[in-house]
Antibody, heavy 119, light 108 residues
Framework: EVQLVESGGALAQPGGSLRLACSAS????????MSWVRQAPGKGLEWVSA????????YYANSIKGRFTISRDNSKEMVFLQLHSLRVEDTAIYYC????????????WGQGALVAVSS | ETVMTQSPATLSVSPGERATLSCRAS??????LAWYQQKPGQAPRLLIY???LRATGVPARFSGSGSGTDFTLTISSLQSEDVALYYC??????????FGGGTKVEIK
């Protein structure tokens, strides 16, 4: 069974930093691209970032480009999202998501990590 | 960027009746469209991919159709457990991957 478990969510101040982690199990992690998707309170889903299986190629939404960094450690079966220069509008639940075999959509999701940015 | 627009924002349907949800893309996404269901307090769950293929374990009352710019998710006979938010997502042209704003399905 595929399991994705996020951690690292917390309350941060504007301008601050956080690091989210996603621990994966139940599938061959090394061959799957992974993404982060976020959901602001009461709002819809917003794709944030993706990383290819080797970690050599990354993609970002314009709203976070230059502030967030995605990475992965295949030996630990983990994917990370480093958040810098946080803004109030970054407040959201951040989901780790596994890409499907059949295209850039998501067949498994974690339970989410809450990031709250407030002074 | 491909903008996805869902309608209506809220859909009230009686139990056992049909629910029809729409998703429109600002440019063609071919059949590269997925639908997700999100219940309160839960992560999204994949329902449909490639516009019309049901994901593993999804009940047959859920069906998807469409191609190009116009797509439909149909729940043939609404059950109480289908009360949720439903999102479409295009994966034809990215980055960015883009989602629609969602349709809330409620029981009338």
């Amino acid at each position: 069974e595929v399991q994705l478990v996020e951690s690292g969510g917390a309350l941060a101040q504007p301008g601050g930093s956080l690091r989210l982690a996603c621990s994966a199990s139940g599938f061959n992690f090394n061959i799957y691209p992974m993404s982060w998707v976020r959901q602001a309170p009461g709002k819809g889903l917003e794709w944030v970032s993706a990383v290819n299986p080797s970690g050599s190629t990354t993609y970002y939404a314009n709203s976070i480009k230059g502030r967030f960094t995605i990475s992965r450690d295949n030996s630990k079966e983990m994917v990370f999202l480093q958040l810098h220069s946080l803004r109030v509008e970054d407040t959201a639940i951040y989901y780790c998501a596994k890409r499907s075999d059949y295209g850039a959509f998501f067949d498994s999701w974690g339970q989410g990590a809450l990031v709250a940015v407030s002074s | 960027e491909t903008v996805m627009t869902q309608s209506p924002a809220t859909l009230s349907v009686s139990p056992g009746e049909r629910a029809t949800l729409s998703c429109r893309a600002s440019q063609s996404v071919a059949s590269n469209l997925a639908w997700y269901q999100q219940k309160p307090g839960q992560a999204p769950r994949l329902l449909i991919y490639a516009a019309s293929l049901r994901a593993t374990g999804v009940p047959a009352r859920f069906s998807g159709s469409g191609s190009g710019t116009d797509f439909t998710l149909t729940i043939s006979s609404l059950q109480s457990e289908d009360v949720a938010l439903y999102y479409c997502q295009q994966y034809n042209d990215w980055p960015p991957l883009t989602f629609g704003g969602g349709t809330k399905v409620e029981i009338k």
